[in-house]
């Protein structure tokens, strides 16, 4: 199960991603032919269980389909992160939810469903724990109104899974999580994404106007959103950029060999590789600190198949990592290639841009390390 999904994975980066990442990254274009194309291979619902038609499969495959995708265009590994995200909350819904989630995560399985985290507020920056929203009581529902400041694959998706406090939560971390159809009343995609990198993944703000939400679409008890984002959604979220990091920096490790090998000083008649020393050291460099991140991330799939007592250490400190070892791995090939890629005429800028955004996306590298070095002085995080 796990080669075939790597294996289908790899055939949709060369055959639908690869030709179009340039342009669609130009065109900062949403790639609805990657969504099929993923749909219809079964590996929207990689990791849903076998009872609603998913193939319960689990992060060590999750992690290699994302690295296979950000290979070729981290824009729509980045949309299916996302997505997995969406679905493992929708899947760990509370009991009183299961019947009306499950024909949900039933289409996900059969490829005809996207869904997306909506968490992020203007109001709380990139403390995406701390919603500024309130849900408001309904009857057995709620209204929800929220300025959601990104949202991956914003206007692209059937469902939003969406945080917001809870009515009667008296603390900051007090949210409650909630399924949100894409056709409810309220939902609107409140502006353009223009971004530096992950052009083509639509991560525009959306606005929640008085969108109301029934009892059967609350997915966490009232006040449980903030254990559901740091028990199911964080740490495949830490391993999924992990593992974008790690497309982007094979990408460059792989356009940068060619570079090396295929542009020539003529006049000396031998190709740049061949006649720079300092050239052959970056790009060792490159491979080394590629080699390190690929080792990272499998230690942390360890953890997570494996959970002991460092496991959140790792969760921390592996995004961390990522974040910086892409945009240093990205750079060296960008001085590496010079001209070259400087002038666009190589993958190479866009990759640079890219690997900008994991660093940046909550918890951001700065808050990990707040984080971590808060946990190992005993201090609380939150
Ligand atoms: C491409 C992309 C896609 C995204 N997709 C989604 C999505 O699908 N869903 C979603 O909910 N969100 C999404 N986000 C939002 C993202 O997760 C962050 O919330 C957002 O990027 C943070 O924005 P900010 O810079 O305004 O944060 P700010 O909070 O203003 O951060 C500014 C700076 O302050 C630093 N900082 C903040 N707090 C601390 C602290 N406590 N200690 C130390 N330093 C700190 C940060 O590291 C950063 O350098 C996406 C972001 C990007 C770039």
Known sequence: MHDAAISRAREIASRVLMPSAGQNDKAARFSTEAVESLG???????????????????PRTFAGVIAMLAEADASVAMVYLMHVLATAAIASARASAAASVTPILREISAGRHLSTLAFSEAGSRSHFWAPVSRAQRNGNGVHISAKKSWVTSA????????????????????????????????????????????????????????????????????GAGFTAMLNVVLPLFNLGTAAVALGLCRAALSATTSHLKTAKFEHLGQSLGESLPTLRAQLATMQIETDGLAARIDDLIEHLEKPRE????????????????????????????????????????RLFRDAHAGAVMAPTGDVLREFIGKSLLGMSLF
């Open 155 to 222: 206007g692209h998706v059937q469902s939003y899974v969406v945080s917001a406090l809870s009515p009667e939560g008296n603390g900051p971390t007090d949210s409650t999580l909630y399924l949100l159809p894409a056709g409810t009343r309220g939902v609107s995609v409140a502006g353009p994404w223009d971004g530096l990198g992950l052009r083509a993944n639509a991560s525009a703000p959306i606005t929640l106007d008085d969108c109301e939400v029934p009892s059967h679409f609350q997915l966490t008890d009232d």
């Open 310 to 349: 460092t496991t959140m250490l790792r969760v921390l400190g592996t995004k961390a990592a990522a974040g910086d070892l892409a945009i240093s791995v990205t750079s060296t090939a960008m001085r590496v290639c010079g001209g070259a890629a400087f002038s666009k005429h190589l993958s190479i800028e």
């Open 40 to 58: 219809e291979a079964g590996l929207l619902g990689l990791m849903l269980p076998l009872e609603v038609g998913g193939t319960g499969l689990g």
